[in-house]
Structure formats: structure tokens, C-alpha cells
């Protein structure tokens, strides 16, 4: 089955500067690619996504890029400010709403100001 | 407003003490699945269900029962919750057709 390993677990980083959370997924058949921010005591929400038939998605600060032959995937987040300060997951499965998504183990971003 | 609405947000149980958490979407969606998360584990799914009356177990399903009797509905029953349940549970659901998933609010269960 799939397995998605991300790293690194911390990431501190002033504000201003870039930060970059990269994870990569065992099985070649993955094909959606999507990253969620965890605030604190609050639920995942979908901040970008990717499939496998592009090799990035820019969305304001935040852009993500796939490399398939590799399989690894990365999300980038330019210009960070206090309020990305969040954990960060990936995860990776089949498109399709009806398939698993593998959760990487997360990315706790601290943004000092 | 789409929404995935669990129950109750915050309990404390003893141990043995059978409890369900509810969970309820207003999308219409057939896939729906529970996930629990640990620190440094990431999200862990238990169960899913595919549509009604169809569930099967995910990556972590000791210790849980869940069910599908109506589409909107999908609980998590621990029948008899032990200390290593202790967690941050998420009901999630989708579309068939789509990739996004919709996570519920959290429910913190803790047994002591």
C-alpha cells in the first residue's frame, strides 16, 4: 500500500522568509496530491492540491511541485508571516473522492516575527 | 452551508464505558471515513463506508465498530474504550465524482 513519509517534522523560520515541507509516496498508481494546514485544536483544511498531470499549482504565496519520476512532491510557502504558523500535512491516494488519502506525519511550521 | 458536524467536541469517559460519536454531513456525500490523530502520527484512518449499509475497516480499526445506515450519518462506536484511545478523532466525507475531502470539527475523547 501507499506510505508517504514527510519531513522535516519542525520548521522555524523568520518572517519573510520561505518555507519548504517536502514528502515523498511509495506508490507510482497515486495520482492526487494534496496539503493541509492544521491550526491549532482545529480541523485539516485543504490549502492546495496537485495531480499528477502537472508538475506545479501556484496559489498566491503558497505553490506546490511534483516530481513523479522521483516521487516527491513539495510544498513551498514564500513571504511567510505569523499566521502560517500551523501544522502542515500531505497526503497522497488515487483521484476519486472514494479512495484513501495517506496522511504524511506533519510539518510543524513556527513563523517568528 | 456544506458541513460535517460531529458529537460531542470534547469528552472524558472511564474506561469501559461505551460511548458513540456521531458525525452528520449535509452534502449528500456517499464516501465518509474516521480518522483518528496522534502526535507525530499524522491522521490514521479506522473506518470507512462507501455508501449506506457499506463500510469497511481502514488502517486502525481495533477497538472501534461503526455503521451506515443512513446516508447523511456515519458513527463511531467504542464498545469498550481503553487509555490508548485517547485521541483526536475526525469524520471526514466526499463526493463519489470529486477530490476534496471534508473534515469534520475534531472530537477530543479522553479515557482515563
Known amino acids: 500500500g501507499e506510505n508517504v513519509e514527510q519531513h522535516p517534522s519542525t520548521l522555524s523560520v523568520q518572517e519573510g522568509d520561505s518555507a519548504v515541507i517536502k514528502c515523498t509516496y511509495s506508490d507510482s498508481a497515486s495520482n492526487y496530491f494534496p496539503w493541509y494546514k492544521q491550526e491549532l485544536g482545529k480541523r485539516p483544511q485543504l490549502i492546495i492540491d496537485?495531480?499528477?498531470?502537472?508538475g506545479e499549482k501556484k496559489d498566491q504565496r503558497i505553490a506546490v511541485t511534483l516530481n513523479k519520476t522521483a516521487k516527491h512532491f513539495s510544498l513551498h510557502i514564500t513571504e511567510t508571516q505569523p499566521e502560517d504558523s500551523a501544522v502542515y500535512f500531505c497526503a497522497a491516494s488515487l483521484s476519486g473522492g472514494y479512495n484513501k488519502l495517506i496522511f504524511g506525519a506533519g510539518t510543524r511550521l513556527a513563523v517568528h516575527p | 452551508e456544506a458541513q460535517v458536524t460531529q458529537n460531542p467536541r470534547y469528552l472524558i469517559t472511564v474506561t469501559g464505558k461505551k460511548l458513540t460519536v456521531t458525525c452528520s454531513q449535509n452534502m449528500n456525500h456517499e464516501y465518509m471515513s474516521w480518522y483518528r490523530q496522534d502526535p507525530g502520527l499524522g491522521l490514521r484512518q479506522i473506518y470507512y463506508?462507501?455508501?449506506?449499509?457499506?463500510?469497511d475497516k481502514g488502517d486502525v480499526p481495533e477497538g472501534y465498530k461503526v455503521s451506515r445506515k443512513e446516508k447523511r450519518n456515519f458513527p463511531l462506536i467504542l464498545e469498550s474504550p481503553s487509555p490508548n484511545q485517547t485521541s483526536l478523532y475526525f469524520c471526514?466525507?466526499?463526493?463519489?465524482?470529486?477530490?476534496?475531502?471534508?473534515f469534520g470539527e475534531g472530537s477530543w475523547l479522553t479515557v482515563v
Open positions: 496537485i495531480r499528477s498531470n502537472v
Open positions: 471526514a466525507s466526499s463526493s463519489r465524482v470529486a477530490d476534496t475531502i471534508y
Open positions: 463506508s462507501m455508501n449506506v449499509e457499506v463500510t
